[in-house]
């Protein structure tokens, strides 16, 4: 079981929030709030308790986590648009907005089946599956509790075509698709498949 939300920070509703925290020109901050918001209405708890006490603890590579509930959970972000998820399993995800990217210059984060996987593409369809495997790719490192740079993209091999499972360092992830607005591309990877 997974549910995810997501918030612009631009949204209305957050605007008050940004005012008594004093973050009006702080989209970084902005971002935090609106993930601890998000997470406190996947749980049904009140927005201002959580944003005060939302009780976190950081895991030994960085990850939160929840110290008194039972709930995992996992925030993204890219430019205006914050995604939060909860499950009742590891998870990660990772939201990018869309933009144009080149298998020349990320070529290094990927395995040699997903490079002759995207070489097949015609450069539009090339474009938007380049966007699609690197969320994947970040939502496993993030599911793991790792960062990019430590555990490097290419360690994550996505099956493709179809992207619906990915493994690293011989585990196995689900992957899904996150439908959250057609300018962003959104990847969740839950705990190993059994």
Request: glycine letters at 6%.
């Amino acid at each position: 079981m997974f549910k995810y939300r997501s918030g612009w920070l631009s949204d209305v509703r957050y605007q008050s929030y940004y005012q008594q925290l004093g973050i009006i020109k702080q989209p970084k901050r902005q971002q935090t709030v609106v993930g601890k918001i998000l997470l406190a209405e996947l749980l049904g708890l009140p927005e201002q308790q959580f944003l005060t006490n939302p009780e976190f603890e950081i895991g030994p590579a960085g990850k939160p986590f929840f110290s008194h509930r039972p709930e995992y959970f996992n925030i993204s972000h890219s430019n205006q648009l914050v995604v939060a998820a909860i499950a009742d399993v590891e998870i990660g995800i990772d939201v990018e907005k869309q933009r144009s990217m080149t298998l020349s210059k990320y070529q290094r984060a990927f395995t040699a089946a997903e490079l002759s996987y995207l070489r097949s593409l015609t450069p539009t369809r090339q474009a938007v599956e380049l966007l699609r495997l690197w969320t994947v790719k970040e939502a496993v490192i993030k599911q793991q509790g790792l960062g990019l740079f430590s555990a490097g993209p290419r360690s994550v091999a996505v099956m493709v075509p179809r992207m619906e499972a990915a493994t690293y360092k011989q585990h196995c992830f689900a992957i899904h698709f996150l439908g959250i607005d057609t300018a962003y591309v959104g990847s969740l990877a839950l705990n190993e498949i059994k």
